[in-house]
């Protein structure tokens, strides 16, 4: 096999096993939110845990295979809250954030609107679930949508207001 075709195969099969773990423990990070609010269950919560623990876990092994490609585990130590390069729509660090903070507030409401989070509603749509798949159709047009049009306008607004 070609190291061209290594990366794409290598996220199929991370992907799968992502899908299939997620699938199998029913893991819905708003939703271990909403139950640990509402009925003091952490079942789900769990899995939150874990997840944040492996992909620290995962950056970090990844920044000792690939330092070139991470410039350093404390990045944002050494940099701050510096301009990533390649930041959507040339934003700067500030309007980034914001952009962030917003879009994840959003994510959060629709989320529990529709009974779990995206990786949840991804999940669904592979097991027959209709809602879940017009949920899925609509974050893809969403992206394409932010991107084709929207990522320049919210530049330039950033730039007028002095972010």
């Not at 990045?75 to 729509?89: L, R």
């Not at 994840?104 to 629709?110: D, E």
């Not at 529709?114 to 669904?124: D, F, K």
Request: glycine fraction near 16%.
């Amino acid at each position: 096999m070609s190291l061209v075709w290594i990366v794409p195969v290598a996220t199929l099969v991370l992907g799968l096993i992502i899908g299939w773990l997620g699938q199998r423990s029913g893991f819905c990070s708003i939703g271990g939110i909403r139950d640990f609010i509402l009925f003091r269950q952490t079942r789900l919560l769990k899995g939150y845990g874990a997840l944040i623990l492996s992909a620290f876990v995962f950056y970090l092994i990844f920044s000792l295979i690939f330092p070139e490609a991470y410039g350093g585990f404390f990045w944002i130590i050494q940099n701050g809250f510096t301009a990533i390069g390649g930041a959507p729509a040339g934003l700067s660090v500030a309007a980034t954030v914001i952009c962030m903070v917003v879009g994840g507030i959003f994510a959060g409401i629709l989320g529990v609107l529709l009974g779990g989070c995206p990786l949840r509603q991804i999940v669904m749509t592979a097991e027959g679930n209709v809602k879940a798949l017009f949920f899925f159709l609509g974050l893809l047009a969403g992206a394409v949508v932010f991107t084709a049009f929207i990522g320049g306008w919210v530049g330039n607004f950033f730039d007028l207001i002095g972010l």
